[in-house]
Each structure stands twice: as C-alpha cells, then as structure tokens.
C-alpha cells in the first residue's frame, strides 16, 4: 500500500486527486494540507511514502517545503513528486534541487498521475524522462563536459562503467534500457544505480540527473 499526501492550495485539485487515488486498490491518502507549512507538519505526523506538491503556494512555498521535508532524516523514506506545469522550469529545478523525485503536470491524464506515485514511490525512474531532459538542458547552466575530479568530486570518485551509468540515467533510460545499451541484465544495471547513489550521497534517480548535468557528465541536449 502506498500512502499519499496532497498539498495544494487550490481545493479542487485537491478532492480531484483524492478520489482518483483513493479510488485505487494498492494506494491510500492519508492527508491534505494547504500550504507547505502545513505540509512539512503532516509528514512529521503521517509518514507518508509520497507527498504530491504543489509549487505555488501561501506561507510556505512548495519549493521550501520540499527541501524541508528532504532534509529531515526521520523523513527518509518519504519521497516528494512535484503537481506543477511545464512553464514553471525553474521552479522545478529548485524542487529537484531541494530534494524532489521529479515531476508531473497538472493536466496529466489520471493513470499517468497513478503511475507517477506508484513509480516515486518504487524509486524507479524519473518521471517524463523526455520532457525532464528538456527542462533540465534548458534551465542548468552547464560546466565543461571533460570531468575530472577537480571538476567534480563525487563524479570523479565513480569508475568508468558508473559514470557510464550515471550518464545514461541522467539521459532518462530505465534500468531495462541501460541493461540493453551496455550488454547486461538489469539487475545489474540497478546494482551500479545503487551504488552509484550510495557513494554520491543521492536518495533517488532524480538528484542523480542533477548531478550528471551540473558536473558536466552530460551535456544540455546530449
């Protein structure tokens, strides 16, 4: 069962998410909160495995909220997916960076909200990858390609096959995809993922498409 809370100020979106998750067999909301203050109390309290974010908020915006609830340790196992619209680009780089799964639209259909819990829950993949490779090359000012652990520390603390992996995630393929690209089974595509998260202090696939983009691995529009 994969719980869920809803922050957004806007009632309506609101009820609407909630009756089509709630409607679900494997999934429960267990809160609502209208602002992130409220939202960043609800975790405390609820625990939930997502927290679907609105950005725009009072009191506490959606982008504070976030980087709030990421860094609080008792918060680990919560995960943030952000409610927004391809036009707020840099808000949701800044959610990303705050610790944010990914993202999704507002005017998703209803199964792609669905899979998009059920995937932030899972740690699967970054939401959209197409549309988040878009985003992200149009909005992260990218260094020098050539990486080097001057460049990048944690990028530079990575073998070859992991920053070949690494670039491959940050290019949105899936596990099965890296696995097909690099000749090998995707449990051992997730292990390198693993590890790769581990030893770069990354909790999911999201932050590892950050990094990729900020150290200069991958290329805006590679």
Known sequence: MTTVLIVDDQALIRQAVTDLLDGQDDVQV???ATNGAAAVEAVRSLHPD??????RMPVMDGIAATAAICADPDNAETRVLILTTFEEDDYVVQALRAGASGFIGKGSEPDEILRAVQAIHAGDALLSSAATRSLIAR????PPVQVSPEISPKVGALTDREREVLAFVARGRSNQEIADELFISPHTAKTHVNRIMAK???HDRAQLVI????????????
Request: charged share 15%.
């Open 30 to 32: 267990v809160g609502e």
């Open 50 to 55: 997502v927290v679907l974010m609105d950005i």
């Open 139 to 142: 909005t992260i000012e990218a």
């Open 200 to 202: 770069v202090g990354a």
């Open 211 to 222: 990094l990729a983009y900020e150290s200069g691995l991958v290329a805006p529009g590679s």
